[in-house]
């Protein structure tokens, strides 16, 4: 293989940089050089860095990766790629925004600028591959890598009412959902306990925390805040039910990792999560917001059904490893 350069563009900032950390570090083993953009802290600050470095390393990379982001983010993926297409460089956006498809909707010409002119357009998820198909682009799926020899499978013989949130705090995450579910779940298993890890984003755990007092859940709820990965992964193994209340969602990687830890997972059935999830298989699914059914699934489980739900997670994930998707990169990356 010919030495490549590459330079990924993303989000380095971030406390648990997961997608572009895992595949920069196989890429490298790969024989790749792989220049990362950007760990600014101000966001003005991060774009002004990113754009520094498309442009101060024009000659030397072959290729330059783009998270891809529905919020704010898809900002930095839009004049990146410009540049990149100005300057003549291939330029590759990795999707990874739930709400993708409503930018494609809203924004038709500023995502016919990214998407149209990228060398090839990557999803990690069918969801987005077939959202983006339908608007007419191009778009090969490969999964998130999931390094599953890291994920030590947990079998709960015996499943009790202690529930794990790992999303971070914000109004697209839906997390006053999880409030609710405990609320009703109190009723019939005062014991029940609900754990939620991650930090606040839009000031949805003041909502949150509001609900708990309301509720006198006090004695029910552990708040955390933010938890490195291998630190809610042990945190983990005292939980047997992991719920994902979001309203919009792709492939979450929490998610992922609860069905390779061997948490029970019940979802919101949005986005792209019925893509990762097949529901009653590996996992169970229920409307936006529908918390009864949720309650409905928690006790279910509880009660010793769906025993096999975590077993058939974990060997979907496996499938996720490096070894699995490598020759796609590789051919991609020719």
Known sequence: MMHKQILYIGN??????TTFKNLSFFLNKEGYTIYEASA?????LRLLDM???IINLRKKVDYVLIDTYSTSNFYYALVCSQLARFLKLKYIPILHGGNLPHRLEKFPKMSALIFKNSDVNISPSDYLKYEFENKGYVVQKIPNILETEKYPFLKREIIKSKLLYVRAFDNIYNPTMAIEVLRKLVKIYPEA???MIGPDKDGSLK??????????LENNVEITGFL???????KSEAYDI??????????????????????SVVSTNVGGIPYVIENLEDGLLVAKNDVEKMV???ISIINGNHKDIAINARAKVEKFGWESIRNDWLKILR
């Open 207 to 216: 909502d949150v925390k509001s609900l708990i007092s309301k509720y006198n």
């Open 228 to 234: 490195p990965k291998s630190e809610w992964h042990k």
């Open 296 to 298: 409905e699934y928690v």
């Open 242 to 263: 992991f719920i994902n209340t979001t309203n919009i969602d792709n492939t979450p990687v929490s998610v992922i990792e609860a069905m390779a830890l061997g948490l």
């Open 193 to 195: 306990k609900l754990c």
């Open 12 to 17: 380095m900032h971030s406390e648990n940089p």
């Open 51 to 53: 754009c520094f470095c």
């Open 40 to 44: 600014k802290v101000n966001k003005f």
